[in-house]
T-cell receptor, first 113, second 113 residues
């Protein structure tokens, strides 16, 4: 059974650009969440989608957005990149409709220069 | 809002010694509690979780944790440390009706020969 797949694994972008990260959940999982991990702030919740609907959103600026497709795959987009957006972005999927039993992907390491 | 506090950002144990990683939670309702492990350049792997029922929870790799409501704690233990246990450990809490995991700052476990 394939795990949560995140692409790309590594990304280098220039300040001011935008970026799109992709997440393919475990087959059958309908809930997908995104987290940002930085040395200073730790793991912070970005947003969660269930059946193409955003159900919950963390305290991030509007430059951070996401969506979920009918096949449960999810993308997150960051526009007008800032140096502080450099982080490991983790995607997690769950079978259940509540936050129990999330499986995480290996993450996308974004570096903004 | 529910939160967790991990006591000790770095813990060092000798190989074969007891591992004890501390986590205290703040919650006004019975929470869901989790321990995750993260190896370098990887995502998060679920070690164990507490939802309801038995307060002593056994997880993978010989780890276990006990939910103590009176102490608002969910400490992670392992009787005998292995070199392969060296990693970053995160405690997390989820509201019973919410979808976001609130993570602690993490504890880096060092295992010495």
């Amino acid at each position: 059974k394939a795990g949560v797949t995140q692409t790309p694994r590594y990304l280098i972008k220039t300040r001011g650009q935008q970026v799109t990260l992709s997440c393919s959940p475990i087959s059958g999982h309908r809930s997908v969440s995104w987290y940002q991990q930085t040395p200073g702030q730790g793991l912070q919740f970005l947003f969660e989608y269930f059946s193409e609907t955003q159900r919950n959103k963390g305290n991030f600026p509007g430059r951070f957005s996401g969506r979920q497709f009918s096949n449960s795959r999810s993308e997150m987009n960051v526009s007008t990149l800032e140096l502080g957006d450099s982080a490991l972005y983790l995607c997690a999927s769950s079978l259940a409709s509540t936050g129990v039993g999330y499986t995480f992907g290996s993450g996308t390491r974004l570096t903004v220069v | 809002a529910q939160s967790v506090t991990q006591l000790g950002s770095h813990v060092s144990v000798s190989e074969g010694a007891l591992v004890l990683l501390r986590c205290n939670y703040s919650s006004s309702v019975p929470p869901y509690l989790f321990w995750y492990v993260q190896y370098p350049n990887q995502g998060l792997q679920l070690l164990l979780k507490y939802t309801t029922g038995a307060t002593l929870v056994k997880g993978i790799n010989g780890f276990e944790a006990e939910f103590k409501k009176s102490e608002t704690s969910f400490h992670l233990t392992k009787p005998s440390a292995h070199m392969s246990d060296a990693a970053e450990y995160f405690c997390a809490v989820s509201p019973d009706s919410g979808y976001a995991l609130n993570f602690g700052k993490g504890t880096s476990l060092l295992v010495t020969p």
